[in-house]
């Protein structure tokens, strides 16, 4: 079973940037692929971003492009979501995600393994 965890959420102004890490367990960090999703309020569940295993490939969700950045280290069992420019509506439960495959580019790729979600609220 691969736990994974994230954190690093928190409150910010409007304009600001936040850092989310995340790590799993239960399997060799470098043979997962690694994502995030994002729960706005009301909202149904939204596609963020993705890396394969070594970091080669990305991708991510219309909304977020160009303001966040995933990356990852291996080394450090880590992948993180770089925020910047938030906004309002940034505002969510942003959920990291992994599995063993690495999904082609869609609206909501498919992940197996969910944490349990990092709450990032942006001001005005």
């Known amino acids: 079973q691969v736990l994974v965890t994230e954190s690093g959420g928190g409150l910010v102004q409007v304009g600001g940037s936040l850092r989310l890490s995340c790590t799993a367990s239960?399997?060799?960090?470098?043979?997962?692929?690694m994502g995030w999703f994002r729960q706005r309020p009301g909202k149904e569940r939204e596609f963020v971003a993705a890396?394969?295993?070594?970091?080669?490939?990305?991708f991510y969700g219309d909304s977020v492009k160009g303001r966040f950045t995933i990356s990852r280290d291996n080394d450090e069992r880590q992948t993180y979501l770089h925020m910047l420019n938030l906004k309002p509506d940034d505002t969510a439960v942003y959920y990291c995600?992994?599995?063993?495959?690495?999904?082609?580019?869609?609206?909501?790729?498919?992940?197996?393994?969910w944490g349990q979600g990092t709450q990032v609220t942006v001001s005005s």
């Open positions: 239960g399997r060799t960090f470098s043979d997962l692929a």
């Open positions: 995600v992994a599995d063993n495959m690495f999904p082609p580019a869609s609206h909501m790729p498919k992940f197996d393994y």
């Open positions: 890396i394969s295993w070594k970091g080669f490939g990305t």
